[in-house]
């Protein structure tokens, strides 16, 4: 049996996300893209262009200025 993958978006908390790669996902309610791999997500900007704006930075802060203070100790 298949595990299927639950992912909500991390921006505007919707469900509706399309699978667009093997580990990358869309959300159709605010546009970004999602790449998750193993308990890791990654959040990007779609740019007009096509290419991806790392958005980490905005969703994450909390969890990367965790990880500086654990490394510095």
């Known amino acids: 049996m298949?595990?299927?993958?639950?992912?909500?978006?991390?921006?505007?908390?919707?469900?509706?996300?399309?699978?667009?790669?093997?580990?990358?996902?869309?959300?159709?309610?605010c546009f970004i893209e999602l790449t998750v791999n193993g308990e890791k997500m990654s959040v990007y900007q779609v740019e007009e262009d096509g290419t991806l704006s790392s958005l980490d930075d905005l969703f994450f802060e909390d969890e990367i200025a965790g990880q500086e203070v654990h490394a510095s100790q």
Request: with cysteine; net charge positive.
């Open 2 to 29: 298949d595990r299927v993958m639950k992912v909500r978006c991390p921006n505007c908390n919707s469900k509706d996300i399309g699978k667009i790669g093997s580990h990358q996902f869309y959300c159709w309610g």
